[in-house]
Every structure is written in structure tokens, then in C-alpha cells.
């Protein structure tokens, strides 16, 4: 199993090296048959004075699959111990999961009825706002998948949102998660054959997802 630990305004001391070693070893000693990756980001705030959050992320690629956990504190040894506990916590399900997969008889799911597409995803009262620099970049595998393995996959990475690629049309999607509950799908809009920018938005609850793409 391969470990990379980075920083960001924190040196990697041999201390916090052996310290992240020791706990995320700990975390994914159970599953280690299909872990095959594990990155260990630690950060702290430019000021302290202002945000004394030291966090701790930990993002493990599991057999084509992706699991991340992240936790802040005060203090970078409690995060890494917060973060360990989550992170394992994340495999057991992740490992649940691949149990009942192939082990349980697939069933028809229910589809469930679109909510009318919404003309913008901003609100005209609502001034768009970017960070000045990207200060971050992540690459990850992007293998086709249906809309209810990318749910399973948003539950796994502590995110409120989930890029992925839709298996039966190939594009692009993005799941997340709706500020009223359930789960919403952004998918390219076609007109005339051709991508026009626009997006689709469509709402799901957290047991069922399924997305119809008829054109």
C-alpha cells in the first residue's frame, strides 16, 4: 500500500510523518486487499491568529473507487486521530457496500418523477463569486458508472456533491446533495444535438436514484 503525505504551510516533520503512519496504518489495516493508494494532506491556516484550524485530509483510492475524509481542530495530532477514525469508518461502509453488491439479488429500482428543469442554477439576486487563484488541482479516475453507484460513491467522499461520468450517455454529471433533502443531478442539456451550456437539474431521495435520459 502507498502512502503520500503532503503539506501545506506546515513542514512534514519526521514526528507527524511517523504520527500519520502510525494512525492511518491503524485505520486501513483491515483493508488493505483493496486499498491500493492512500493521500494524507495536511494544512494550516496562513494566520493562525485568524483560523487556528490545522486540518487533516485523507483521500484513499480503493479498487477503482475513491474514499475521503477530512477533520479540522485546533490541534494537527487531534485532527489526524479525528481523520483516522472517520476514514475507517468510511472503508467499513465502503467495504459493506461491495458485500451486498455481490452478494444480494439486483432489484428493480423505482424511477422516481422529474421535478420541472430549473431556467439557472444561480439566482438573479445573487452575484457570482470566484476564489482569486486556484489554489488546489486533484485528478482522479473517472470510470463510467450509473447514477446510483455515484450516490454510493458521494456518501464515501465527505463532499456535498460528486462529479462522475454517466455510463449510459458518457457525459459528464454532477449528484449532490439538495438543501432540502434528497439528492439532485446535473446533467448537460442537448439542443439540436449539440451541448449548449445549460444544465438539468433533477431531484432524487437518499434510497432510490435513477435518472431517465431519453432524448
Known amino acids: ?20 503512519h502510525q494512525k492511518i496504518e491503524k485505520a486501513v489495516n483491515h483493508f488493505q486487499t483493496f486499498t491500493t493508494e ?16 490545522q486540518t487533516a485530509e485523507v483521500t484513499i483510492y480503493a479498487s477503482g473507487a475513491v474514499v475521503r475524509a477530512e ?4 490541534n494537527l495530532y487531534a485532527s489526524i486521530d479525528l481523520v483516522a477514525d472517520k476514514i475507517a469508518r468510511q472503508l467499513r461502509k ?3 457496500k461491495r458485500h451486498e453488491k455481490f452478494h444480494t439479488p439486483v432489484k428493480t429500482m423505482d424511477v422516481l418523477e422529474q421535478e420541472p428543469v430549473a431556467s439557472t ?5 445573487r452575484t457570482p463569486e470566484l476564489p482569486s487563484e486556484v489554489v488546489r488541482m486533484k485528478y482522479f479516475a473517472m470510470p463510467p458508472m450509473t447514477i446510483q453507484e455515484a450516490l454510493e460513491q458521494l456518501d464515501l467522499v465527505d463532499h456535498d456533491f460528486y462529479m462522475f461520468r454517466n455510463i449510459d450517455t458518457g457525459e459528464i454529471n454532477v449528484i449532490y446533495e439538495r438543501n432540502h433533502g434528497g439528492y439532485g443531478v446535473i446533467q448537460p442539456r442537448n439542443g439540436n444535438g449539440h451541448t449548449n451550456g445549460k444544465f438539468a ?9 435513477e435518472s431517465s435520459n431519453k432524448s
Open 38 to 53: 492512500v493521500d494524507v494532506h495536511l494544512s494550516v491556516a496562513r494566520n493562525p491568529r485568524i483560523n487556528p484550524k
Open 201 to 209: 437539474e433533477i431531484a432524487h431521495n437518499r434510497r432510490t436514484v
Open 1 to 20: 500500500m502507498k502512502l503520500v503525505i503532503q503539506g501545506k504551510n506546515i513542514e512534514i516533520t519526521d514526528a507527524i510523518r511517523e504520527y500519520v
Open 94 to 96: 465502503y467495504k459493506e
Open 71 to 74: 477533520e479540522s481542530s485546533e
Open 121 to 125: 442554477l444561480i439566482d438573479n439576486d
